[in-house]
């Protein structure tokens, strides 16, 4: 499938992309269940100027609209994903899914944010930032907190819940590790996947450890994979790039990319203690660290420090430890 914008998928299910100005990703895919008793969405956009109206165009031009929207299904809390949900809430009333895990950090995010900064704060002095990096870091936090609209989600959506939408049935599947309350839906009656950031068609998701992750992510997303492998899919339709086929293959493809993140880590250790963020600025990329920007390098940080924390976990590695905040190799 070429990626020309606007596709239906299968039968009664749209691929809508909705812009991201600025996002070196381009834009979200809001995924459109078309029935006759309205639209189901799974995900929204974010909250920007014109994301509204980009989301009702798209609508229309495959016989909807967004008055037509009865119900937004969220994968995770990340703004492009769940930011515009809360304008669809407070414009038409129409309910808002999405897991406990992440709607319980909505407030404290987006709308109260002053304790996620200073968390964030935190996290990088702890991980060896620089000062330039941190005032970053809290820049990121503010920007968000402005793409998000105001939303209480009407539905707390529990793993192995069924959502039954006319004629589709769409099971939830708790996959954590990207966010704490990342949910996948397994639409059972096609056979289709909305995998949201979990599985990517071409970028190797990061389930990085930063401010309101889980103590072990690469561990909690390594182990959630298994629970996908044996689902019956024809079609996987991600949060970003091109929906694809080929789900299992896909599967040892993510699973083996965190594996050799993680032994490059050790190798990395071996020379000797080292900060997160030293760990981060010397793992091999296609571009070199010193081409990438403050915010690029916290999205590293956050994968990076995932791997140290499940090199941890797994005995492999100790840390952090002593005023540096170093890992090294355990002996």
Known sequence: MEDTGLAEVVPGIWRLPVPLPGHSVGHVNVYALVSDGGVLLVDSGWAMPGSWAAVDDLLR?????????ALVLVTHFHPDHCGLAGDFQRRRGVQVGM???????????FFAWDSLAKDTVGWLTSAGAPEDAIDSG????????????????????????VVAFGDWRLRALHTPGHTPGHLCFHEQTTGTLFSGDHVLSFIN???????HSTEDPVGDYLDSLPRLSALEVDWVLPGHQLPF????????QLRAHHEERMAETCRLLAAGPATAWEV????PRSRGWDAFSNAARISALGETYGHLRHLVARGTAVGP?????????AR
Do not use: K, M, N, Y
């Open 61 to 69: 031009r495959v016989g909807s609209a967004a008055e037509q929207v």
């Open 280 to 283: 981060t600025s010397r793992v």
């Open 205 to 211: 998701t990061s389930p990085g450890l930063r401010p």
């Open 245 to 252: 086929v080929g789900l299992g293959p896909r599967l040892d």
């Open 138 to 161: 809290v820049r990121i936090v503010e920007q968000a907190a402005g793409r998000v609209a105001p939303v209480e989600p009407d539905r707390l959506i529990e793993d192995g819940e």
């Open 99 to 109: 897991h406990a895990a992440d709607a319980c950090r909505l407030g404290d995010r």
């Open 321 to 329: 430890a002593g005023p540096a905040r170093t890992f090294e190799l």
